[in-house]
C-alpha cells in the first residue's frame, strides 16, 4: 500500500512527529519504494532506538532513514550512530532547504517532500553479521505482518 494524504497518519504518524518529518518521511519513503525497498516506519530496534525508517530489498539489504526537520532536530538528536549496527546503509532524509553540510559526510542523504525523493549521496556500506541480519529482518517481517492484521482487524487492538 502507498501512502496517500488521508493513510498517512494511520500508517506513519504517532503523535509524535511534526508536519515537516511526516512529509519527509512520505517522501523518502516513496523513493526507497522506487529504489525496490519496502518500508517500515517507527520500528523499535533491539537496542530499544526506533528508526524513523527502516527498509529491506529482496537482496536483504537493510537501509535505516532518519528523518531530520530542522536543524534544531539535527542537533538535538545525537543518537543517529546507534542505528548503523543495523543497517547496511544508513541515510539521513531531510527537506530540500535542509542546509546538508552540516551532516556527516559518511552518511549517504535523502532529499524529500511529500510528492517523493530523491538519494542525492549514497551510504557508504556497512554489512550486517548474518546473526544480527537474521534478527532484523525478523523483527521487520513480525512488526509488519502484526501491522497488517491490526488494519485487517482494528478491534483486536493490536500493539508492538
Known amino acids: 500500500m502507498i501512502d496517500t494524504p488521508d493513510s498517512i497518519a494511520t500508517l506513519v ?22 529504489h525496490g525497498f ?22 536483504g539489504v537493510i537501509i535505516i532513514a532518519e528523518v531530520k526537520s530542522s536543524l534544531a532536530d539535527f542537533r538535538a538528536d545525537q543518537k543517529w550512530p546507534e542505528y548503523r549496527d543495523y543497517c547496511d546503509r544508513f541515510y539521513f532524509a531531510v527537506a530540500p532547504d535542509f542546509p546538508v553540510d552540516v551532516l556527516p559526510p559518511d552518511t549517504g542523504l535523502i532529499l524529500a517532500d511529500r510528492y517523493g525523493g530523491e538519494i542525492v549521496r549514497a551510504a557508504p556500506e556497512h554489512k550486517l553479521a548474518g546473526a544480527r541480519r537474521k534478527e ?11 501491522r497488517l492484521q491490526g488494519i485487517a482487524d482494528p478491534e483486536l487492538g493490536l500493539r508492538e
Open 13 to 34: 504518524d504517532d503523535g509524535r512527529q511534526s508536519e515537516a518529518a511526516l512529509a519527509i518521511a512520505r517522501g523518502a519513503s516513496r523513493c526507497l519504494l522506487a
Open 38 to 59: 519496502a518500508r517500515l516506519t517507527e520500528l523499535t530496534l533491539a537496542n530499544g532506538r526506533r528508526a524513523d525508517l527502516i527498509a529491506l530489498n529482496n537482496k
Open 136 to 146: 532484523v529482518t525478523q523483527r521487520f517481517a513480525r512488526i509488519a505482518a502484526l
